[in-house]
């Protein structure tokens, strides 16, 4: 294995994950234009490669933007709402919310469905939203609500979008390529995800895994945004097998090797790693007198969520700064603090 001369973090933040070597090495690449026949195949075979991993087959295309997670759930909410209906979004942590605002910030109308973070979705009450209201064309929840780590039932709502024939957005962005996901079976119209999370690559592509059918009915919908138009981004990628402006190059080549090492390893055997890494952490965290926030069964094998303790000695910065020293980088930016288990596998390599 090629060593690079940088230090080696472990990070145990919501995002980006720790990535190996060989990924960060996959970015030195000669320069090359994206409209290069070379680099056109590469892009082709990393899209190939996540369908691949929803088993999504010839039904679903994936496109990839330049961009964070943000990017591609603006351009799902902005491009699949039809014009003069509703989106109905499950909301229950920072990232539902995101999507309300995204929906927001085009003017379309939006059926906010709150649950309180700590509590499991009541489905009851998404069943009964999503009868009421006719003007609903859509249905969007976050599979794993990275706010606290909750994973939410992306099979019980699929059914009721299905069954009231909604259209089913799915943010995966924290759990994609970590849970065994099944696009076909779970009834998941558009999929979204990012490349700097369970896939383990670098930070900088997003993309969008959409149902073909679906995406042709966006043809006859106004354009909401330019750069985040879904349908152009097909079209573009149908007709040229290319993105229509300039993609993060070094990152889909970093990409490709974060895709070859995800096979290798396999989908169940990341998910079973992923479980005993956050139940190892759990143990030592509980061990240690810290109390969780979910419940053990809300809880995803992704991110553990932690109360800080009331104790007048205790002080987040310190332990912060004292971890920062050492190359553990906790996360600051959210009101829980939420460790990533699955970089455990990283300490340890």
């Not at 229509?244 to 090492?261: G, H, N, R």
């Amino acid at each position: 294995m090629i060593r690079l001369p940088v230090k080696r973090n472990i990070l145990l933040n919501p995002g980006p994950a720790t990535t190996t070597d060989t990924v960060k090495i996959a970015m030195v690449v000669p320069d090359i234009c994206p409209r290069e026949q070379d680099f056109t195949n590469l892009l082709s075979e990393v899209c190939e490669d996540l369908v691949k991993i929803v088993k999504g087959g010839e039904d679903y295309v994936c496109l990839v933007f330049g961009g964070s997670g943000t990017a591609v759930m603006d351009s799902c909410l902005n491009s699949v709402v039809p014009p003069g209906k509703k989106i109905l979004v499950i909301n229950n942590g920072a990232y539902g919310q995101r999507m309300v605002d995204i929906a927001k910030a085009y003017n379309i109308s939006c059926v906010d469905v709150k649950f309180d973070p700590h509590v499991a979705i009541e489905l009851s009450h998404v069943e009964q939203a999503t009868a009421e209201d006719p003007q609903i064309a859509c249905v969007a929840m976050v599979h794993h609500e990275t706010t606290t780590g909750m994973l939410n039932p992306i099979k019980e709502i699929g059914e009721i979008a299905k069954n009231h024939r909604k259209v089913f957005i799915v943010d995966a962005i924290s759990s994609f390529a970590g849970i065994p996901i099944d696009a076909k079976k779970l009834g998941v119209d558009y999929l979204i995800s990012t490349a700097n999370k369970c896939l383990q690559g670098m930070a900088g592509a997003s993309f969008v895994i959409a149902r073909i059918s679906e995406l042709a009915k966006l043809h006859a919908f106004p354009k909401r945004s330019y750069y985040l138009d879904l349908y152009n981004q097909y079209e573009f990628f149908r007709d040229t097998a290319q993105v229509p402006f300039t993609p993060p190059v070094q990152v889909i080549y970093s990409l490709k090797q974060a895709l070859k090492e995800y096979f290798e390893e396999g989908g169940e055997n990341r998910f079973k790693r992923y479980l005993e890494s956050s139940r190892v952490l759990r143990t030592g965290l509980e061990e240690m007198g810290f109390r969780l926030l979910l419940d053990k069964k809300l809880q995803s094998p992704f991110l553990v969520t932690v109360i800080e303790p009331s104790d007048k000695n205790y002080s987040f910065q310190i332990l912060y700064d004292l971890l920062y020293a050492m190359g553990f980088l906790l996360s600051r930016e959210i009101t829980y603090r939420t460790y990533l288990p699955s970089c455990e596998y990283w300490c340890y390599r």
